[in-house]
């Protein structure tokens, strides 16, 4: 098991070699979830938060997150758009995805209000890039662009399915 600090830098570095590493190393799930949660934490702390409970609510949302990408992940990459070697489980996805978030830390720099917008901004931009190496790793693409279409489809789905649950709670939440 490697040391979180480590891979952490390491994944913030878009090191492949890191994201085989964790896809290896069934003992990194505690570590990729710590990844989640750091990253989350940032967040919340750089974007100013409503207090503790809205930092508490964002990491259970982001963990949730999580783990929902990592399986539709799954599903899209090994059933949908499989290459001929493509080979993986809902582990190594979850561990490896877990570790894209490292970018995420510096959202805590959120905190020096005129760098809030800049910095949210190249952390999702980084983050994203990191997915996609995440993806590509996992499920051992030799494509990028397919990598980067695994992605694509699962936010598309992800935004769909979540625009229709705000749509639920908003129509619930007003009176009849």
Do not use: H
Request: proline share 4%.
């Amino acid at each position: 098991m490697g040391n979180l600090k480590d891979r952490i830098i390491r994944a913030a570095k878009l090191d492949p070699e890191l994201y085989e590493e964790v896809e290896a190393d069934k003992t990194a799930m505690g570590q990729a979830m710590g990844v989640v949660v750091l990253s989350s934490v940032a967040a919340g702390l750089g974007g100013i938060t409503k207090g503790l409970g809205t930092i508490i609510l964002g990491t259970i949302l982001a963990l949730i997150s999580w783990y929902i990408w990592a399986y539709l992940t799954y599903l899209i990459g090994t059933k949908l758009l499989p290459e001929p070697q493509t080979k993986a489980d809902p582990g190594e996805l979850l561990r490896t995805i877990g570790f894209s978030s490292a970018p995420g830390l510096i959202r805590i720099l959120g905190i020096i209000a005129p760098l809030r917008g800049i910095v949210f901004i190249v952390a999702s931009v980084w983050m994203l890039v990191a997915m996609v190496i995440a993806v590509r790793v996992a499920l051992d693409y030799q494509s990028t662009m397919r990598a980067v279409g695994v992605c694509l489809i699962g936010w598309i789905i992800q935004a769909i399915v979540f625009a229709m649950l705000l749509a639920v709670f908003v129509g619930m939440s007003r009176p009849a």
